[in-house]
């Protein structure tokens, strides 16, 4: 047992930014390291991987005496966002994105090279979705193409999975896994691109997994104090005497 808790960080765009919504990702996974790790939100709406490189030397700070033991890095639904239509202010060049998620994983690494980073795809894109919400929000206005298409995301989800490999990082590829069930478009999405509870549910049974299979399985980790069933009525401290030895 120990009194400091090791800290997760999640840390992405909007999908992660919401993960603390009721049925969250990010939510489940605090759950499970209850009294074991904080689960820390670091998710950023509209945020591509250009803009986040801003946001790591406040975020990861180089000089910390406790950092992350763990870090998810989940960008790329903003930067896969197309040229000439009503997103493309957050486009990245996918060629850059894999040099920023790149350099993100570095600046981490530097922070602690032990950290466990786990890099996650972009969920897939329905564009039928997308093409209804953005209807709903603009009605007639609204453009007839999408902003985002399945096929220019899976291009970047594929730099993302080359790049874990590259690094020898675990990844999770979420928008092949979730295509691999019937009607996961409006199963796991709730607009075409952020996630529906089922959606969440994905995200947080392949991080379980991932966490399991490297060092950071939550049931073998210990309490930060004491059950209460440890605890003698007639002599408190002791257990606490005890764990401060």
């Known amino acids: 047992m120990g009194t400091v808790r090791p800290q997760i960080v999640l840390f992405g765009d909007s999908i992660t930014e919401q993960s603390f919504r009721i049925g969250g990702w990010g939510a489940a996974l605090a ?13 950023y709406g509209g945020y591509n991987t250009r803009w986040a490189l801003f946001l790591l ?7 910390t005496p406790t950092p992350p ?53 972009p969920p897939p894109i329905d564009e039928a979705g997308r093409k209804e919400y953005a209807q709903s929000l603009y ?13 220019v995301t899976g291009v970047y989800a594929k730099q993302c999975v080359e790049l874990a490999k590259e690094l020898c990082l675990p990844s999770i590829n979420l928008w092949s896994k979730m295509q691999e069930t019937k009607g996961w478009q409006k199963k796991f999405l ?7 509870a089922e ?24 309490y930060d104090f004491p059950r209460h069933s440890e605890i003698d009525a007639e002599n408190p401290e002791k257990v606490f005497q005890q764990q401060c030895l």
């Open 190 to 196: 709730s607009d075409g691109l952020h996630l529906t």
């Open 69 to 121: 033991v763990a870090a998810t890095i989940f960008f790329g639904a903003n930067d896969a966002a197309l040229l000439g239509r009503t997103s493309e202010r957050q486009h990245v060049p996918v060629e850059e994105y894999k040099e920023n998620l790149r350099r993100i994983v570095h600046h981490l690494k530097e922070c602690s090279p032990t950290m466990l980073v786990v890099l996650i795809t």
């Open 199 to 222: 959606g969440n549910a994905v995200v947080h049974q392949e991080v379980v997994k991932v966490f399991n299979e490297a060092w950071l399985p939550a049931p073998e980790m210990p």
């Open 31 to 43: 759950h499970n390291y209850s009294r074991k790790a904080d689960v820390v939100v670091r998710g």
């Open 139 to 151: 009605g007639e206005k609204a453009m007839e193409l999408p902003e985002r298409t399945n096929e």
């Open 57 to 63: 030397h406040h975020l990861f700070h180089l000089s």
